[in-house]
Nanobody, 116 residues
């Protein structure tokens, strides 16, 4: 059973950095690309970033490019999202996902609130 558990969210002021983590189990982590998405209050889910199985290739939404960095540790089955220069508009529930065994699986998410 594919399971994803996010952590690292919290309430932070604008301009600071925060690091989210997603720990995975139930599949061969190193064989799959991993994604981060976010959903702000009252809005649809938004793709944030993707990292290839090897970790070499990454892609970002324009809204976070240059501020967020996705990385992975295939020895620990973990994908991370380093977020810098946070803005109030980054406030959302952040979830990681993987498309494995014919379906997309999501974690429960971790809430990030950026507010002074």
């Amino acid at each position: 059973q594919v399971q994803l558990v996010e952590s690292g969210g919290g309430l932070v002021p604008p301009g600071v950095s925060l690091r989210l983590s997603c720990t995975s189990s139930g599949f061969t982590f190193s064989n799959y690309a991993m994604n981060w998405y976010r959903q702000a209050p009252g809005k649809e889910r938004e793709w944030v970033a993707t990292i290839a199985d090897s970790g070499i290739n990454t892609a970002y939404a324009d809204s976070v490019k240059g501020r967020f960095t996705i990385s992975r540790d295939n020895t620990r089955n973990t994908v991370n999202l380093q977020m810098s220069s946070l803005r109030p508009e980054d406030t959302a529930v952040y979830s990681c996902s993987v498309y494995a065994y014919g379906r997309e699986t999501w974690g429960q998410g971790t809430r990030v609130t950026v507010s002074s």
